[in-house]
């Protein structure tokens, strides 16, 4: 059929044929991600374009639906406190409350951790997260709201906060687990940063 058009059709009609194929080279080339300004100057040249540029990179995030591991903070005696059971549906959000250690302390620290069952050691996976401005009280008496939320792709938000002077503290994590067998090197993704409130 398109013979036919370009045997038998006017100069008019000719004429008009010769944009069809650079209208589908555009639409096939902006689909693929070809530099416009490149697109155009090539057709001004009468030069049929070609995709000379870089193909875009995608980058694949893989989504849980479930919690893969046990997540949770490393408690002030040392021991771990799990705040993310395994299995759990994601995403999700879980809290709990401690209370201090010692007498009349000025700052706390949670350490992010993961493990993969209960017979492993807990795996710290960012910077500590550091509350100051706390209230100095006997021990048992300060007490604070540790939060840890999680999404599909397993990144992380853990926050602690001073219920009595309202201070804060939010870090992210990355809790992508680390391969088996290998050494476990933890991912710093953010320095804590302290806020104070009244």
């Not at 080279?25 to 049929?48: D, E, H, P, Y």
């Not at 999404?151 to 994590?173: C, E, H, M, P, R």
């Amino acid at each position: 059929m398109f013979i036919c058009l370009r045997k038998f059709a006017s100069p008019t009609v000719r004429s008009q044929q010769k944009f069809v194929k650079p209208l589908f080279v555009v639409q096939r080339l902006f689909i693929r991600g070809t530099n416009t300004s490149a697109f155009l100057s090539s057709l001004r040249s009468g030069k049929v374009p070609t995709r000379t540029d870089k193909q875009t990179s995608l980058a694949w995030v893989r989504l849980y639906d479930y919690s893969p591991a046990s997540y949770g903070i490393r408690a002030f005696d040392g021991s771990y406190l799990e705040l993310i059971p395994p299995k759990l549906r994601l995403p999700c959000e879980k809290s709990a409350t401690m209370v201090s250690p010692l007498d009349y302390m000025r700052s706390v620290a949670f350490g992010i951790c993961y493990r993969q069952s209960m017979l492993d050691t807990y795996v710290e996976i960012a910077d500590d997260a550091v509350l100051n401005n706390i209230r100095l009280a006997k021990r048992g008496e300060a007490k604070f709201r540790v939060t840890m939320q999680m999404d599909k792709n397993l990144t992380g938000n853990f926050s602690a906060q001073d219920t009595w002077t309202k201070s804060k503290v939010s870090i992210d994590f990355d809790g992508r687990l680390i391969k088996s067998g290998s050494t476990p090197q933890p991912k710093r993704l953010a320095s804590p940063s302290s806020v104070a409130e009244t």
